[in-house]
């Protein structure tokens, strides 16, 4: 069973970082590629970030510049760094592996506000 845990959530001041974490089972990691997305309030869910298992990162527009997606495939593990976040950046993110596309966890609420 493809289980998908994010963690790292929380309130942040404009201007400020967060790091996010997506600890996978089920799958076999170091070979899929994995995603992170996030949904607004009233929106539809979007894509962030990704990461090839090479290590190869892939971003939205948006975030291209202020986060950065790492991969640790013997924790099993994705990460998004996210810096100079902006009230635009708030949403709750999550997780999703290339190999099991219709698996999703519960998310983390990302918040950014003064």
């Known amino acids: 069973q493809v289980q998908l845990v994010e963690s790292g959530g929380g309130l942040v001041q404009p201007g400020g970082s967060l790091r996010l974490s997506c600890t996978a089972s089920?799958?076999?990691?170091?070979?899929?590629?994995m995603r992170w997305y996030r949904q607004a309030p009233g929106k539809e869910r979007e894509f962030v970030a990704n990461i090839f298992s090479g290590g190869t990162p892939i971003y939205a527009g948006p975030v291209k510049g202020r986060f950065t997606i790492s991969r640790d495939d013997a924790k099993n593990t994705v990460t998004l760094q996210m810096n100079s976040l902006k009230p635009e950046d708030t949403a709750v993110y999550y997780c999703n592996s290339a190999n099991a596309p219709k698996y999703w966890g519960q998310g983390t609420q990302v918040t950014v506000s003064s």
């Open positions: 089920g799958i076999i990691f170091s070979l899929s590629p």
